[in-house]
T-cell receptor, first 114, second 111 residues
Framework: EPEVTQTPSHQVTQMGQEVILRCVPISNHLYFYWYRQILGQKVEFLVSFYNNEISEKSEIFDDQFSVERPDGSNFTLKIRSTKLEDSAMYFC????????????FGPGTRLLVL | KNEVEQSPQNLTAQEGEFITINCSYSVGISALHWLQQHPGGGIVSLFMLSSGKKKHGRLIATINIQEKHSSLHITASHPRDSAVYICAVTSYTGANSKLTFGKGITLSVRP
């Protein structure tokens, strides 16, 4: 069964460093999302992406964040200058079409900023 | 902005018990989702509902649109059902169909 994959599974970085989190959505899906979950808190929406552009972003998704779909398969989240409070589990999700509401989640990347 | 509330916050049950987890939301939605999160962190979609009731194996999900309330029932619970159960809603279809999540309920089923 097709699945969303994410790499790396864990990443440790120093404050101020750039990180790129990678996702490979299900191949025929058109809508892509990034969510994050700070330890012990609920999952929060970061950004949605469709037709090679951001369709919605949350207040969390400030200028330090960017997303890209560079090659038609990968979907990346970049944090330019990480802060301690960026430590969280980051989930990528995709869905097939605008009539399909189910989103399929990747296993997540656990980011720790020291 | 939709607020999603779940109850109870934590739940412990004995194997075989019938379990009910509740979810309420504040604003009209296009769909409600029940998700399962295991200790490793991965999230799996269990149900997507816009009306009525759905059943999959021992899991049953219902939604009452007028009351803005949904329930997830687990029949004949088993220790492998132990997980965090999360309710999430989408307010729009299409590209802007982001999920708004509840805090989740930690279910522990004892053998």
């Amino acid at each position: 069964e097709p699945e969303v994959t994410q790499t790396p599974s864990h990443q440790v970085t120093q404050m101020g460093q750039e990180v790129i989190l990678r996702c490979v959505p299900i191949s025929n899906h058109l809508y892509f999302y990034w969510y994050r979950q700070i330890l012990g808190q609920k999952v929060e929406f970061l950004v949605s992406f469709y037709n090679n552009e951001i369709s919605e972003k949350s207040e969390i998704f400030d200028d330090q964040f960017s997303v890209e779909r560079p090659d038609g398969s990968n979907f990346t989240l970049k944090i330019r200058s990480t802060k301690l409070e960026d430590s969280a589990m980051y989930f990528c999700a995709s869905k097939a079409s605008n009539t399909q509401e189910t989103q399929y989640f990747g296993p997540g990347t656990r980011l720790l900023v020291l | 902005k939709n607020e999603v509330e779940q109850s109870p916050q934590n739940l412990t049950a004995q194997e075989g018990e019938f379990i009910t987890i509740n979810c309420s939301y504040s604003v009209g939605i296009s769909a409600l989702h029940w998700l399962q999160q295991h200790p490793g962190g991965g999230i799996v979609s269990l149900f997507m509902l816009s009306s009525g009731k759905k059943k999959h194996g021992r899991l049953i999900a219902t939604i009452n649109i007028q009351e803005k309330h949904s329930s997830l029932h687990i029949t004949a619970s088993h220790p492998r059902d132990s997980a965090v159960y999360i309710c999430a809603v989408t307010s729009y279809t299409g590209a802007n169909s982001k999920l708004t999540f509840g805090k989740g309920i930690t279910l522990s089923v004892r053998p």
